[in-house]
């Protein structure tokens, strides 16, 4: 079978995910068409069956925005035709599904249908979509795909309760390759980050507002004060100045260290000792799950769909948002004591072995099986019938 995926090429989770999801589907022997306009972040390796697409988008004087959307449009219905797509797989409705759209309708004029997948990711529906300038777009794109998924049950409601959505939505969690992710701690790396073998946090993120750095730092304050760690904080983005100019202010800049975008994760992970995540809101928090993949338990805010990934007490611990007293003393709790910390670690790793690459990838075959052999070819044939 042959796939496009439609995503954003960045260190974000629906970028991550999509690109994870396509070698995974690679290595399956699908053959999977990237659409976008840079190389996917985690697309690493040489597969013969994954190609990569570049959306060109030409500028002009006239123009203070170029129109990406439509670029998108006309790439897809160029990569469908050549070569022979029989699905695409959107990933963030904004502006992919209605890209996917507008090409699913140039392309019917010749006859061929090409069935649309549109996942939903978070922000794309909680913080941007609802936005009244692009709200009537998303809630239409979404209507007019053939199947519609969520990657959390919450996301799923969230979309119900935002818009008028005529259709069923599948949830398919967010997904980790657990083997992949269980590496040994390299020694030297530890030992470098820790010199006197004390606690290493972590939190990874876009440092949008909607992550609450600030509030990392200030658990992070706090459970140092108590235990001996450091902070590792891995990504970039806006926040980053303030991030930076707050350690300065708590005289925290010998124990933070900022290191930036990276794509080793599975080394930072397997040396993390504690996985921070206090955002406003997380669809998912593929973050923590690929952290718990590497044995590392999670202290996090209690919203969206973060309870159905974190068990209370178990392999982490959850609070209020802006709770930083609350979590701090969470992570305390976590790290004071060797043998519950060991089996908060043991228990991270089995929970997440629930949303394994084996698991959760199969569901997505199943929904390409299933629009392909049913849906699609009624579809096709109508459209026969119609010219
Ligand atoms: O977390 C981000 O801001 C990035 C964002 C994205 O779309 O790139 O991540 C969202 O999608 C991930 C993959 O499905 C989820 O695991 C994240 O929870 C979700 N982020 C938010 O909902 C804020």
């Not at 123009?63 to 219905?77: C, N």
């Not at 794309?124 to 692009?134: A, N």
């Not at 709200?135 to 309760?161: C, G, H, M, W």
């Amino acid at each position: 079978m042959n796939i496009g995926i439609v995503c954003y090429p960045t260190f974000g989770g629906s970028g991550v995910l999509a690109t994870e999801l396509g070698m995974a589907l690679a290595d399956k022997d699908y053959n999977v068409h990237f659409i976008t306009y840079r190389q996917p972040a985690r697309l690493t390796g040489f597969r013969a069956n994954i190609f990569y697409h570049e959306v060109r988008v030409p500028t002009y004087p006239l123009f203070d925005y170029p129109p990406y959307e439509s670029a998108l449009a006309s790439t897809l219905v160029d990569v469908v035709k050549n070569n022979n797509l029989d699905l695409l797989h959107v990933h963030y409705a904004i502006p992919h599904a209605s890209s996917a759209y507008m090409a699913r309708q140039i392309l019917l004029k010749e006859n061929k249908y090409v069935p649309i997948i549109t996942t939903l990711h978070g922000t794309d529906i909680t913080l941007v979509g609802r936005d009244k300038t692009y709200a009537p777009v998303v809630a239409f794109s979404i209507n007019q795909s053939d199947a519609i998924t969520a990657v959390s049950e919450n996301l799923k409601e969230e979309t119900y309760r935002s818009f008028q959505i005529e259709k069923d939505i599948e949830v398919i969690y967010n997904f980790v390759d657990v083997k992949r992710f269980s590496k040994k701690p390299i020694d030297a790396f530890r030992k470098v980050i820790a010199p006197d073998h004390e606690r290493i946090v972590l939190h990874a993120s876009n440092f949008r507002k909607i992550k609450r750095i600030g509030d990392v730092i200030q658990i992070f304050k706090k459970l140092n004060e108590a235990i001996p760690s450091k902070l590792l904080l891995v990504g970039d983005g806006p926040e980053r100045p303030m991030a930076e100019a707050l350690c300065r202010d708590l005289n925290l800049c010998d124990d933070i260290r900022f290191v930036g975008k990276q794509q080793e994760m599975e080394d930072i992970f397997a040396i993390t000792d504690l996985f921070l995540l206090p955002s406003e809101y997380e669809s998912f928090g593929l973050s923590a799950l690929e952290a718990m993949a590497g044995g590392a338990p999670v202290v996090s805010t209690n919203v969206g769909g973060l309870p159905e990934v974190i068990t209370q007490g178990e392999n982490g611990f959850m609070a209020n948002v802006g709770d930083t007293d609350q979590m701090a003393r969470y992570a305390i709790d976590i790290l004071k004591n060797e043998n519950s910390f060991k089996k908060f670690k043991a228990n991270a790793k089995h929970r997440a072995s629930t949303f394994d690459i084996t698991r959760i990838v199969p569901q997505y075959e199943n929904l390409y099986a299933r629009l392909y052999d049913g849906f699609c070819r009624e579809k096709c044939k109508e459209q026969v019938v119609m010219k």
